[in-house]
């Protein structure tokens, strides 16, 4: 099946520094990309939703200045965490998407990032 | 807005089968899915279900879908301890995010 691969794995930074995570789809071409984020003993919510060469759409209460969304190209799209600090920490999951039929409407997840913010 | 709800918890004896029942409120779902995650991994899409099957079967996994009750569970026959996990049921329409439940946290023992 596709592949999306999604580092880093696990990251542990300070508070205030900024943290980017990668999403490649590596053999189908993600038209649009997913982010989640998902707390601990909670389900995934969605934060945004990216289609390549527009701006991410963003949830209701999820600061887009504080989680940039690129998706510059059909294989790759980066969550930046901004400035993060101990309530970013979570574990982001990242899914690709390359259309509308009833074989491409499977999205793709990639094994996620957990951030720590110390 | 649209809702999926599933149990907490189930735990079942090796051998025996589990039954992981769903239910969801948008009757315009188009997909309906199962995901498993494993402690500290991403998810693994399990097996999916559109809208006007009722039920779909893959080796030891069965889904079956009730639209008027919108209803959707997966039966795992002859559980091993590895099928220990969270299992997230989760629907979408064509090409939109999906909306995921809390998870049933599934625990088999030997």
């Known amino acids: 099946g596709a592949v999306v691969s999604q580092h880093p794995s696990w990251v542990i930074c300070k508070s205030g520094t900024s943290v980017k995570i990668e999403c490649r789809s590596l053999d189908f071409q993600a038209t649009t990309m997913f982010w989640y984020r998902q707390f601990p003993k909670q389900s995934l919510m969605l934060m945004a939703t990216s289609n390549e060469g527009s701006k991410a759409t963003y949830e209701q209460g999820v600061e887009k200045d504080k989680f940039l969304i690129n998706h510059a190209s059909l294989t790759l799209s980066t969550l930046t965490v901004t400035s993060a600090h101990p309530e970013d920490s979570s574990f982001y999951i990242c899914s690709g998407g390359n259309g509308v039929s009833v074989a491409k409407n499977i999205q793709y997840f990639g094994a996620g990032t957990r951030l720590s913010v110390l | ?110």
């Open chain 2, 1 to 110: 807005g649209e809702d999926v709800e599933q149990s907490l918890f189930l735990s079942v004896r090796e051998g025996d089968s589990s039954v992981i029942n769903c239910t969801y409120t948008d009757s315009s779902s188009t997909y309906l899915y199962w995901y498993k995650q494993e402690p500290g991994a991403g998810l693994q899409l399990l097996t999916y279900i559109f809208s006007n099957m009722d039920m779909k079967q893959d080796q030891r996994l069965t889904v079956l879908l009730n639209k008027k009750d919108k209803h959707l569970s997966l039966r795992i026959a002859d559980t091993q301890t590895g099928d220990s996990a969270i299992y997230f049921c989760a629907e979408n329409q064509a090409g939109t995010a999906l909306i995921f439940g809390k998870g049933t946290t599934l625990s088999v023992s030997s």
